[in-house]
């Protein structure tokens, strides 16, 4: 299983920082899109092609819609106990549940 709490900060980005011409697409790849499974690896492919044609990472790419009131109220909910408990969990990233926990 490559998902397990804690794994996002070892996801590759889209383009590697080690070798300039290696870049990466698929659902395992490292993205602020927020969108995953199929649509993750569209949109990383999509994002990596716009970085070898010199586009902007984003261009074409479509942004995803505000969350939905549950949604965002979760988010809320878990950043909240994350700061009470000392910025416990994975910060670079909007707030997991797994990583609050774990």
């Known amino acids: 299983n490559w998902y397990y ?3 996002y900060k ?8 080690s070798l300039n011409n290696v870049f990466f697409a ?5 993205t602020r899109h927020g969108s995953w499974s199929q649509e993750k ?5 999509m ?5 070898i ?13 505000k969350d939905e009131l549950h949604v965002g109220f979760g988010r809320s909910l878990v950043s909240g106990f994350q ?10 990233k909007k707030p997991s549940l ?3 926990l774990f």
């Not at 698929?26 to 490292?30: Q, T, W």
């Not at 994002?47 to 970085?51: H, S």
């Not at 044609?53 to 942004?63: E, F, K, L, W, Y």
Request: proline share 8%.
């Open 53 to 65: 044609q010199g586009n902007a990472i984003d261009t074409g790419v479509i942004p995803l819609p």
């Open 5 to 7: 709490p804690g794994s």
């Open 26 to 30: 698929g659902d395992l790849v490292r």
């Open 41 to 45: 690896a569209f949109v990383t492919g």
């Open 47 to 51: 994002e990596a092609a716009n970085l």
């Open 98 to 100: 797994f990583d609050f």
């Open 10 to 17: 070892y996801m590759p980005d889209v383009q590697s920082s």
């Open 83 to 92: 700061s009470l408990l000392g910025g416990k969990g994975e910060t670079s």
